[in-house]
């Protein structure tokens, strides 16, 4: 070869797909693992005040996946609620998303919740964020994603042994059995969250799991603080205030379900009380209106009565071996209107639904139980045949009551003319003073002897009058 000849350069040779591999596997070790460095992520496209549209995740997002959103107010967390062939809409955690046009977004996958026993008297978020000031949470071993918790058909205990709330007008006229979903019906300010509380108080159950939702925020702790007291000890609250997001009011009940389903498979008696329902359902119609899915009835969306029994069907008996979920839910009837869209969805899936009226509560009778509508669809098992009896009869001698008020205040009932009326306008009143109790006092452990005791004790000083 010439001085002046160019010197061939040999081929460049690159590494072999095997060799590439090892030296990515030998990088992402020492650089602390693949999933620090890779993550699969795309870009807002679209930015609302309830939602953002990410392009780039659609190949490998799933309904309900958590995202981090890295923009310039720092990490923020939000939920896929619907997924197109180019672009996904997310619902931010945050009440402002504060998201950009071009901002990165990062797929986490679905939340999990992982309870644990030392999460009794702790106060939490619909994210398991600690809220109540204490120390960090500790992580259960068992995480659950929400699939697969509801135990089939024919695999659920049968529902038979009845307990005793403390509530006698609940114990008398609508006896409740561990397993079983009561709704308490009422409008606002008539007394629903106070006889919440009193049933929360129930010492039949290892476990009490609140679910508050769209609550006031300064009711929050005065409702834990005061009105659950000395049961917070055995009590997870999950809490959602309305100043929050929709994603954030969606999201508790089901928090509040995952932990109270850890609790029944670990053995417990579970009572599980959510206030309210209807707000869980405003906040369905919120989200699935901002992804464009059109109202059926009175602007809820159709998703919204699917949700509600894939919610509700969670609670009740477990499997053989297992313990039960008894749920109270609080329904806010709006107006008072008993036949709303929710209200007439939910008390369809309920085992039984108390009323509370707004005319009981304003005459100064509380609990404000309306004991003809209320109903128990399992009382026969927690009834004896003698107290079945009597309670037909208490509703007989109440009903004739009520119908004749208007009669009466007339002043057209004379008495001896009706041997029934003559004996319900005698009993009603003392049984209305019966059935009155507040939380400050004793439970009942017996409300028929207690029933009994009274009316003989004020039939005794009339006598003696």
């Given amino acids: 070869m010439s001085p002046t000849q160019p010197m061939m350069r040999a081929p460049e040779r690159h590494p072999e797909p095997e060799n590439r591999l090892a030296v990515l596997e030998r990088m992402l070790s020492r650089f602390g693992g693949g999933q620090a460095l890779l993550k699969r992520g795309g870009l807002i496209t679209e930015v609302t005040s309830t939602h953002y549209k990410v392009r780039g995740l659609s190949e490998v997002a799933r309904l309900g ?84 918790a509801t135990p089939g058909a024919m695999s659920r205990q049968r529902v038979g042994t009845s307990f005793m709330t403390g509530v006698r007008v609940i114990d008398i006229f609508t006896p409740l059995c561990f397993g079983q979903r009561l709704g308490i019906f009422a409008g606002s300010g008539v007394g629903k969250s106070t006889l919440l509380a009193m049933l929360a108080g129930a010492d039949a159950f290892d476990t009490v799991v609140v679910a508050l939702i769209g609550e006031r925020g300064r009711e929050v702790r005065e409702f834990l603080e005061d009105t659950i007291g000395e049961s917070m000890a055995k009590t997870v609250a999950v809490v959602a205030t309305s100043d929050e997001s929709a994603m954030m009011r969606r999201r508790a009940p089901d928090t509040a379900m995952r932990v109270a389903e850890h609790f029944r498979d670990q053995g417990h008696r579970v009572l599980l009380v959510l206030d309210s329902i209807t707000r869980f359902a405003h906040a369905l ?17 159709a998703s919204v009565f699917t949700e509600l029994p894939k919610l509700l069907e969670r609670a009740g008996p477990g499997a053989e071996g297992k313990g039960s979920i008894t749920a109270i839910i609080s ?16 008390r369809g899936i309920l085992d039984g639904h108390v009323v ?29 045949p003698e107290q079945r009896a009597l309670v037909t009869m208490l509703k007989s001698m109440i009903s004739r009551f009520e119908d004749t008020r208007d009669i009466r ?38 409300p028929f002897s207690d029933l009994a005791r009274h009316l003989k004790g004020k039939q005794s000083a009339d006598a003696g009058d």
Avoid: C
């Fill in 285 to 301: 119609r919120e989200v699935a209106t901002g992804t464009g899915e059109p109202p059926v009835a009175r602007g809820y969306p």
């Fill in 356 to 384: 509370l009226d707004r005319t009981i509560a304003e005459q100064g009778r509380y609990p404000p139980v309306n004991p003809l509508s209320s109903i128990s669809r399992l009382a026969g098992k927690a009834w004896s």
């Fill in 409 to 446: 205040l007339l002043g057209a009932y004379q008495g001896g003319a009706d041997a029934e009326l003559d004996m319900a306008v005698r009993q009603v009143p003392l049984i209305y003073e019966a059935l009155t109790q507040s939380p400050k006092d004793r439970p009942s452990a017996d």
């Fill in 65 to 148: 996946d958590l995202v981090e959103h890295r923009g310039h107010a720092g990490t923020r967390r939000g939920e896929v609620v619907k997924i197109a062939r180019d672009e996904v809409v997310v619902a931010p955690f945050e009440r402002s998303s504060d998201a950009g046009i071009g901002d990165a977004v990062f797929r986490r996958g679905p939340l999990t919740v992982t309870p644990h026993v030392s999460w009794r008297g702790r106060a939490i978020d619909a994210l398991t964020r600690p809220i109540d000031g204490g120390p960090a949470l500790v992580r259960g071993d068992d995480a659950s994603d929400g699939n697969g």
């Fill in 331 to 346: 329904v806010l009837v709006d107006g008072d209107d008993h036949n709303d869209p929710v209200a007439d969805s939910v």
